[in-house]
């Protein structure tokens, strides 16, 4: 091609827009106002509902990093920034970036959390953040309190039988449903339709009901780091109450940040894997026995008073009413309760911080704490479990 020449396309390859039209609408943005917690010149923060995903992908039509740069911008020229992720089944304390700035020195915060109790190995130092969850688990663990330092490697699914039988961490039913399709596949059968089907059939049985959901990567512990693509991973526990029957409600503060860490830990590692993760603690939820109905007065709410109608359903198709310990499949128990981290927005404004001088905000005093109320299903988890 020449200077100046010119390239004549179809009339269906047409100009795409430079940024999506935003669509502004007054449920959605009442809802997303209502999760904030705190906000300053550095940071926005909202408690995460649980069933929100935090980021786009395939199959998500809303994430909270879309919402939070339509809804939570408020006059500033760039939207709010992820500096950390919440699986989409938790809940709880999620912190953005407002500026360009604020965020690169909150990604050196959680990088250094993580970079810096991986070297130390949990041992007492100034940590310049602190996260605390808090978790309702199947069973008890030996010891009211302690530290976890047990590394995390990512296992691929490849193959479904191996997945049905591999180091017996799903149940018997697994191989029993092996041993069905082996025989049946062994069946001559004139019609290449059918057989199509019967394949879809049970990879769809296997996707949905074995790896959650059609997800095929899944964390697991191992017993060193010298295991390839390996992490080292450390949490502390403390439990905050025994409830009967068999249950036990933990505070967790993870000193890394490993994808899936609290879950595995809980459930591969103390052995009392979390109310509602299918993923991590499927047998454990198998055994589970449905609670008795309780009364509304247990739930700590009087039936002699009047209540008003209750608001109208949350937008983006969130059940927020449900998911108790009282459900036949209750939603994962896990929330991000409080937060302590520096005041970014008073440091950059005492000091010209740049992304290596993390270590330098442990010298300033003011520090930040925050609160997430749990959602309503571990609240009401709680008041079942504790009347």
Not at 40 to 57: H, L
Request: with cysteine; charged share 25%; proline share 9%.
């Amino acid at each position: 091609m020449n200077l100046g020449d010119r390239i004549c396309l179809p009339i269906t390859v047409q100009e795409l827009p430079s940024r999506k039209p935003e669509c502004f609408s007054n449920e959605e943005e009442d809802f997303i106002c209502s999760l904030e917690l705190h906000k300053d010149a550095a940071i926005v923060v909202v408690n995460k509902p649980p069933g929100m995903p935090v980021q786009g992908g395939i199959g998500i039509r809303k994430s909270l990093d879309e919402l939070a740069a339509t809804y939570l911008r408020y006059d500033y020229p760039e939207p709010p920034r992820l500096v950390h992720r919440l699986d989409r089944d938790s809940s709880g304390i999620l912190v953005m970036g407002r500026t360009k700035t604020s965020t690169t020195v909150l990604h050196s915060i959680f990088r250094e959390r993580t970079h810096g109790a991986s070297n130390d190995n949990g041992n007492n130092r100034k940590r310049i953040l602190q996260r605390r969850y808090w978790a309702l688990v199947i069973g008890s663990p030996r010891h009211p309190e302690g530290l976890i330092s047990v590394p995390l490697k990512k296992e691929h699914f490849t193959n479904w039988k191996k997945a049905f039988h591999l180091s017996n961490k799903f149940p018997p039913l697994g191989k029993q449903i092996v041993d069905l399709m082996e025989g049946l596949r062994c069946v001559r059968l004139k019609s290449v339709f059918f057989q199509t089907c019967f394949d879809v059939y049970y990879t769809a049985l296997y996707l949905q009901v074995i790896v959650d959901n059609g997800k095929s990567e899944r964390i697991t512990a191992v017993g060193n780091l010298e295991v390839m693509s390996s992490q080292h991973a450390i949490t502390e526990y403390r439990v905050i109450k025994s409830s009967y029957p068999g249950y036990t409600w933990l505070e967790l503060s993870p000193l890394t940040g490993r994808k899936h860490q609290l879950r595995v830990h809980c459930a591969e590692v103390l052995g009392t894997p979390i109310v509602g993760d299918y993923k991590y603690g499927w047998q454990a939820h198998r055994k589970m026995k449905l609670l008795p109905s309780v009364p509304c007065s247990n739930l700590g709410r009087d039936p002699t008073v009047r209540r008003p109608p209750p608001p109208p359903p949350p937008p983006f198709g969130l059940d927020l009413e449900n998911g108790s310990i009282l459900e036949k499949q209750p939603y994962l128990h896990l929330h991000c309760k409080e937060m302590i981290l520096p005041d970014v927005a008073r440091a950059l404004a005492k000091v010209q911080l740049i992304s290596s001088d993390c270590e330098r905000l442990t010298e300033l005093d003011s520090l930040l704490k925050l609160s997430a109320p749990l959602p309503l299903h571990m609240e009401k988890s709680w008041n079942i479990l504790n009347p």
